[in-house]
């Protein structure tokens, strides 16, 4: 909070729970654009008592929801945020202080059943046992799984896009997850149909080494004899 109420601003330069009288380095805020964030449940039942007199436009699924507390519609709901103002984040209980330092409010629409399940998420089978290997060298079982794969796919996280550059799919192999130590992280594949040709071209890797190793087996006899 003083971050954003003075220009100047001590930080500890080694955390100020540990070492409670370390030293501090003077910060000049002036030039730091702050970005908060936040989930914010229920702020569009606050937007929608302040447009009561129209609640028979756009407030009115929120109010109906609201009288029979039901869960609300999430683009009805979306669509409140998008009128949301700072009058909105102190009844909701933020204090003013705080609210006054951020002078543009932006709503992240809410993702449609179509964009949540458009983009693939490809898992190979090797890369699945490497997971479980990894929890179980953890001694964390079942529960080390959601950790692990958050790592993996945290980069992954899907955006809006168009064109030749949206993204077709996610795939997680032995790269992504890391052999020893961390991997990678999860490949994005942009474009149509990028997660066939993905997997066009690993079975034809996978033919061509299972070639490789029927024509070493066929060879070795050859070479025994020679000796």
């Known amino acids: 909070?003083?971050?954003?109420?003075?220009?100047?601003?001590?930080?500890p330069e080694k955390g100020a729970w540990k070492h409670p009288r370390?030293?501090?380095?003077?910060?000049?805020?002036?030039?730091?654009?702050?970005?908060?964030?936040?989930?914010?449940?229920?702020?569009?039942?606050?937007?929608?008592?302040?447009?009561?007199?129209?609640?028979?436009?756009?407030?009115?699924?929120?109010?109906?929801?609201?009288?029979?507390?039901?869960?609300?519609n999430a683009v009805a709901a979306s669509s409140l945020l998008d009128n949301v103002e700072s009058n909105d984040l102190v009844a909701y209980g933020l204090i003013?202080?705080?609210?006054?330092?951020?002078?543009?409010?932006?709503?992240?629409?809410a993702l449609t059943e179509d964009q949540l399940?458009?983009?693939?998420?490809?898992?190979?089978?090797?890369?699945?046992?490497?997971?479980?290997?990894?929890?179980?060298?953890?001694?964390?079982?079942?529960?080390?799984?959601?950790?692990?794969?958050?790592?993996?796919?945290?980069?992954?996280?899907?955006?809006?896009?168009?064109?030749?550059?949206?993204?077709?799919a996610v795939v997680v192999d032995e790269e992504a997850v890391g052999l020893e130590g961390r991997g990678c992280g999860s490949k994005i594949l942009y474009g149509k149909g990028a997660l066939e040709c993905y997997l066009s071209q690993q079975k034809t890797k996978s033919l061509a080494t299972t070639a490789e190793g029927s024509y070493a087996e066929a060879e070795l006899p050859s070479v025994v004899a020679s000796m």
């Open 1 to 11: 909070m003083r971050a954003f109420l003075t220009q100047i601003v001590n930080v």
């Open 117 to 168: 399940v458009e983009v693939k998420l490809h898992f190979t089978e090797s890369a699945l046992r490497l997971i479980a290997r990894k929890a179980i060298d953890k001694n964390t079982g079942a529960r080390g799984l959601r950790s692990i794969l958050e790592s993996i796919l945290m980069d992954a996280i899907p955006d809006e896009r168009t064109g030749d550059d949206i993204i077709d």
């Open 96 to 109: 003013p202080e705080f609210v006054g330092r951020f002078p543009i409010l932006v709503n992240l629409s």
């Open 22 to 72: 370390g030293d501090n380095i003077q910060i000049d805020t002036k030039d730091i654009l702050f970005i908060c964030g936040g989930a914010f449940i229920d702020l569009e039942k606050t937007i929608s008592e302040r447009h009561h007199d129209s609640s028979i436009r756009f407030g009115a699924p929120v109010r109906a929801n609201m009288r029979t507390s039901g869960p609300t």
